[in-house]
């Protein structure tokens, strides 16, 4: 049953999201859960909306 | 005061949400909360955001 | 598929939070989804911990 | 080490989103922590997705 | 720079929550990302706060 | 209406939250948002469930 929220830059490709989700699944259903108890999410989130030390990503990782 | 984040996967209408809404805030009301006090988000998810059993919904649900 | 998260004070009773737990899921099961596809997660919240205006609630409605 | 989640409405600029980082990380920084440790997170929200009331914001504030 | 919330039942020991932490962690850096940029946070809910099929866990999975 | 999510560590004091809550609310005012519209949720994560560079928080700054 655990829920897992990823919050990342946007700009992942399907296929790097697929081995990212089969990834953590996996650590997770080693810990006894079953694979169809894991409900991930994802959230891609631009750059321009991502801040670190108070700047914006958009301006420190353009 | 409660704060109510519905996730679920994108594709719904206005009219849709308008009735979900409706409908939460109703069942919050009754716990002796006025209207006014309930706040809602709604995040529309890609179904290639969201995953369950390893899988991306976008591959299981398409 | 959909998540719903409420955010609330702390106080509620086991009894509020089934009544809670019911409602929501069956706003959201008249949309469609089926009822083991509904997952909600509560979380309380102390009032100081929760702010409005500027104000820790503990302060404004003790 | 803070993270801090900005949950808004759509809209905003990309210098008033500066402002805001800039802003929210000068507080948490008076509070001991170094810049670097401040991640920050805006997340525009379209009007529709948003409701208090029972009513979305893109009825009641068009 | 990627944010994993976990959100899951109560109970889990430190251990299992160093392995957990330990293999998101590389599954993430597996994507490109150096280990001091993935944060990984916990949430522990008890089961009355958890809720499917419109049931409390606390009911379901006591 | 801007709703404010702030995940920290535990441990901070009451006087310390209000100075927080005080001082962000007062930079979303400054872009034009009435301070009634601002809601502030601080969520304080033990150590042992926070962790960055796939090691838990108690083990690195304990």
Chains 1, 2, 3, 4, 5, 6 share one sequence.
């Not at 296929?15 to 694979?35: A, F, N």
């Amino acid at each position: 049953m655990p829920i897992v929220i990823v919050e990342m830059w946007e700009g992942r490709t399907i296929e790097q999201k697929k081995k990212l989700v089969k990834g953590i699944t996996s650590v997770i259903t080693d810990m006894g859960v079953r694979p169809e108890g894991v409900t991930i999410l994802i959230k891609d989130n631009p750059k321009h909306n991502w801040a670190r030390g108070g700047k914006l990503a958009s301006e420190t990782s353009p």
